[in-house]
């Protein structure tokens, strides 16, 4: 399932800029101050700079008009060029960096509409797979003007991970006095920036049908399993000790993808003491 081209632009101002452990790199040149001396970079290669130094073009300060970043400062520039071979886009990882970073990615000559993707920290781009072999160019800056501007830059254009979401539901569950059902269960999950788990217990209770949803936020999506549960509570009725019907679906987001993992279960929910 893949997120809409425009989707992957991300709002600054709701965002937070949290700086996480430099990786190894390969040292930039100051040249990149500006567009017009963008670093060429390799995919999987990791890029540092010092951008302290780094000043902002009145040009680099416009194209801020549909990202949203609180601030364009000291930006620098870089450029990434494909045929698409790769799959189905980029990642532009900036997370080792120890300042606010914002990441901006424009598909050609950078413009107000040629911007595909900006965030914090991360930006990925989908491959435009009508017009191969373009240039990407991205510019890295200062997004917050209350911090000194710039600071040790860590830069990797990467292929992202595909995210994957596998859920089951165990066979039994428990029936409270307050009318709520507790559900538990297991799912593994990788590659994923945004998850959930959620869905849909219902029973038959006379001619009454018994409905209540449930979620599950923040999964650990590192490719262990882990157990969760939740607690269903209906509008319309009550659940009891019987047969209950489950619907339960796992979904995840990756930079530029998204995966869901579904399942489908009679259960037994058991009165509590």
Do not use: H
């Not at 399932?1 to 632009?9: I, N, P």
């Not at 290669?45 to 302290?52: I, L």
């Not at 400062?73 to 914002?102: A, I």
């Not at 607690?231 to 009725?237: E, L, S, W």
């Amino acid at each position: 399932m893949r997120k809409s081209l425009r989707a992957t632009v991300t709002l600054f101002a709701a965002a937070l800029f949290l700086p996480v452990s430099a990786l190894t790199a390969s040292a930039a040149p100051v040249g990149n101050d500006t567009l017009r001396g963008a670093l060429p970079t390799t995919l999987g290669e990791t890029y540092t700079q010092d951008t302290t130094i780094a000043k902002t073009e009145r040009l680099d300060a416009a194209l801020n008009e549909f990202c949203g970043a609180p601030a364009v400062l000291g930006s620098v520039w870089y450029k990434y060029t494909s045929d698409g071979s790769e799959g189905v886009g980029f990642l532009v990882d900036g997370t080792g960096t120890n300042y606010d970073l914002g990441l901006m990615i424009f598909e050609g000559a950078p413009a107000a509409e040629t911007l595909v993707s900006c965030g914090p920290m991360k930006a990925a781009a989908y491959f435009n797979p009508d017009n191969p072999n373009t240039t990407y160019y991205i510019m890295a800056f200062t997004a917050n003007a209350i911090d000194p501007v710039g600071g040790d830059l860590v830069l990797t254009v990467t292929v992202p991970e595909t995210p994957t979401v596998s859920v089951t539901v165990d066979p039994r569950g428990t029936a409270y006095k307050d009318g709520s059902a507790r559900i538990t269960g297991t799912y593994s999950c990788t590659g994923a920036e945004y998850s959930e788990l959620g869905g849909m217990l219902t029973q038959r209770v006379g001619r009454l049908k018994v409905a209540g949803e449930f979620y599950v936020t923040d999964l650990t999506c590192d490719g262990g399993t882990y157990d969760w549960e939740a607690y269903a509570v209906a509008a319309n009725g009550t659940f009891s000790g019987g047969k209950a019907a489950n619907v339960t679906l796992g979904f995840v987001c990756g930079a530029l993808e998204c995966a869901d993992g579904y399942a489908d279960y009679t259960i037994q929910l058991s009165r509590a003491g």
